[in-house]
């Protein structure tokens, strides 16, 4: 619950003394949870959205170094989906930054990373637009399923 508040914002006020169990879950019985506690950070959801990542070209991103190799559990991990796949979904273990492929988080990871290329600007704001309007705390003030699909994030070529 608190990452949700951390992207969306404060909860609303008549939701403010609810309780909350470990889950997440409201509840009225004090023995299983407790008042939210805020976190002092936010992770705005426009933040979070304009950073997504996206398939490099070849599934090869360069930053012109030499990487030293990780070891590689499962031999199948750095083999991209299906080509039936492949225009749904990337596999970022497939992914090779110079001469290495993502393989999880460590201390390099963010490095790695800052080569990874971003979803276009255009695309980054027609997500942002469809999930604040989805994302809504009154569900009264929520698009509908058929506005949902309508949207023109959808119909991107």
Partial sequence: MRVIIQALGDIPGSWQDTLFDYDGQ??????????LEKWPDNRP???????????????????GRVRPEHPVWDKNENIPYPPC??????KPKATKIDNVYLHGYDDGTGELLEAMPKISETEAALLYDLLSKIF?????????????????WFHMG
């Avoid at 409201?26 to 008042?35: E, F, H, I, R, Y």
Wanted: aromatic share 10%; net charge negative; no cysteine.
């Fill in 26 to 35: 409201p509840t009225n019985d004090p023995a299983k949870g407790m008042p």
């Fill in 85 to 90: 796949f492949s225009d749904m979904a990337w």
């Fill in 136 to 152: 809504v705390y009154d569900a009264q003030k929520r698009i509908s399923a058929e506005e949902v699909l309508s949207h023109p």
């Fill in 45 to 63: 959801l426009r933040d979070l959205v304009y950073n997504i990542y996206d398939q490099p070209e070849n599934g090869v991103a360069r930053t």
